[in-house]
């Protein structure tokens, strides 16, 4: 079976008339398992379910007080579903159609599989992605799966399937509410291991409708959850909670992640000053290290000193952290020391404070969930600015990408070339430059060698916000968010002295002002700053990117930290010494585009280039650069690739350097692609005939179209040569 019919998307109108039709269906009265959504465009609702007995399910589903109304179902099936796989694919389905945003989805959020299974990764995740796009198809949603994947709203969404440790977890803060002795929990982890996860999950948890949970099958592994969230309901059937966020930016996106969650709205997440106008059954404080107190609060002294009135506070005695305690009947702080970062974070002593107090709990997260690098990762950063590391003790990972840079333009090409790739990956420096662009958009900020660059233009949603790629973020505008790689500039404020062997901070060159304003203890602000370097260097999904201003401090790191290697393109990987087509081919000064043609341009033979080992090398072969993202599944952007000049035969099916000659100018140039070569032929009455030929795209993009080149047109193209690898 093709792919291109491995799944099937049918609609119907959904009510009690039209399912006589829905047995015409022949999975849905056929017991088949499938996977099935039910929407109404006019209301933006939405619900996605799975079952083996569509007719029965559907009958319940009209009978729901809420999903009656909904006048559409599409039933997704397939001759390869199995119950694992389309317990799987509705999950997938719950938590992209929830970051999309098209529909507002009525599922709750206990129950999401992500488990393996048979064929989960050569089958059903090209099954799930024809899916998704058929259902785009249907207008059930609008983005790329590529581009949900890098949104907050997705990484955000209360759908996720929790691993053990999460549930762990989340098991700790149920019971916690349930018992009538606790009234604070805190919940103690370092960045990256699930904390804010855990507290929206939770949220969702308890807004779920009790309907949908009866409706679903619980593994035993869940079955605790399930019963602690029957009593917690029991308990508090319609409770006023709150989610408080102290960072503007973060809670914004927060905000975003919550407007399209059935059951949520965004002003449950709320800001700390908010606090004074209600009390709550049940408040969650993700950040709470962000928590402020009375120092170095400029335009919100005025909000901080009226809350602190309603409350009956002292205000320069109390802190927001005072303002929770006092609102909630139960508080969950998701809490994290080493990442306080200025004097205005409230103090370590009010945290303190509520574990060592008798009505308190503390628990503690472990794993890590965000950097691919894992707690090796965490535990390596921790050191390495705490100088815990024996010498030349270097880092070393498979599965993540660690370098340090000695040239900044390097690092910001390597970075645009991550972002061009992956998407999201930024520059994050220390506040070692004033702020200059912010009153003069024509000003540059940051100078580095011949690198001039401006910091972030907007503080809020910075990271998503447009030409965020060409600028550099702060730890104000990084902290609680995800990249997949982060660019770390170490700034000027930061120093090693080789003499002491210690790491030294220079207070003339840290230009936050609220960062050190009232500071009187120079360790005090060297550990703010430290935990300002430790945060954004946990940034990173899948790599994190190292320049420092200092050379002595770029020596010390160079010792833990893997160098970066210049790209294959400057030939600087030591080699022996190279023999025209013995060991080495010619490179060509010509950057064919995996995309569409590269712009008009002439071929000179540039330099050689090494031949990787058990390659035959001979005269047909040559080297060029490959840029763009057609081809990135096969050749990432910005290879160098060897191709053997077009040795004839068939060609369909391999990946071929195609020149388009200018036909007006033959002295202007050429322009070159690289693509999948497929021939179209049809039968005539005198055989087979070319019909046309397209160039097609391997990419992860799949808004990238391929080249039609129609039979007319032939005579403009010429297959240059056969791609045989890529240079390592």
Known sequence: MSQAHAVEVSRYEFSAETLAGIKSNAYASGNWPLVYVLSDSTTRRAYVGETTNALIRLSTHLKHDHKKSLTTVHLISSERFNK???????????????????FNLLNGNLGLVDHNYYQKDELYSLIFRETWDKLRAEGIAQYSLESIDNSDVFKYSPYKSLSFDQRQGLIGIMRALLDGSVKNLVVEGGAGTGKSVLAIFLFKLLHSDDTELNLREFSAEETEVFELLTELKRIYPQPRMALVVPMASFRATLKKAFKNIAGLHPNMVIGPAELAQHRYDIVLVDESHRLRKRVNLGAYYGAFDRACAVLGLDKHSCSEVDWVRLQANKAVFFYDPNQSIKPSDADASDFLQIKSSPDSKVMTLVSQFRVQGGEHYVQFVDDLLNLRLVDNRRFESKKYDLRLFDD?????????????????????????????????????????????????????????????????????????????????????????????????????????????QSVNAAAELKQYILNIYRTIMLRGIKGTFVYACDKDLRDYLRQHIPSHEPDVGKFSKPVAKLV?????????????????????????????????????????????????????????????????????????????????????????????????????????????????????????????????????????????????????
């Open 84 to 102: 694992s796989a389309t317990l799987d694919i509705e999950s997938g389905l719950i938590k992209y159609m929830a970051a999309d945003g098209r």
């Open 408 to 516: 900044m333009s390097e690092m910001v090409k390597e970075i645009g070339l991550k972002n061009r790739q992956y998407g999201l990956a930024r520059l994050v420096a220390g506040y070692s430059w004033p702020w200059r662009s912010k009153n003069d958009p024509e000003l540059h900020d940051i100078e580095i060698d011949s690198v001039r660059l401006c910091w972030n233009r907007t503080s809020n949603d910075w990271i998503n916000s447009p030409g965020a790629e060409r600028e550099v973020g702060c730890i104000h505008t990084t902290q609680g968010y995800d990249l997949n790689y982060t660019g770390v500039i170490f700034g000027k404020e930061i120093r090693y002295d080789k003499e002491r062997g210690e790491i030294v901070i220079d207070e003339s060159s840290y230009f936050d002002r609220n960062g050190k």
């Open 580 to 728: 025209p087509f013995v060991n080495a081919v010619p490179f060509y000064d010509l950057q064919a585009a995996a995309g569409s043609f590269s712009d008009l341009q002439q071929v000179e033979h540039q330099n050689w280039v090494a031949v990787p080992p058990g390659i035959a090398v001979g005269r047909s072969l040559f080297a060029c650069r490959v840029v763009g993202e057609s081809m990135n599944k096969i050749i990432p952007n910005g290879s160098t690739c060897i191709f053997r000049f077009n040795p004839g035969g068939s060609r369909n099916g391999k990946i071929v350097l195609v020149e388009c000659a200018d036909i007006q100018d033959g002295d202007s140039g050429s322009k070159y692609t690289v693509k999948e070569y497929q021939s179209i032929k049809v039968e005539t009455e005198d055989g087979w005939r070319q019909e046309s030929i397209r160039l097609k795209p391997r990419s992860t993009d799949s808004s990238i179209e391929p080249i039609e080149i129609s039979d007319g047109e032939e005579y403009r193209y010429r297959v240059v040569g056969e791609f045989v690898c890529l240079v390592d």
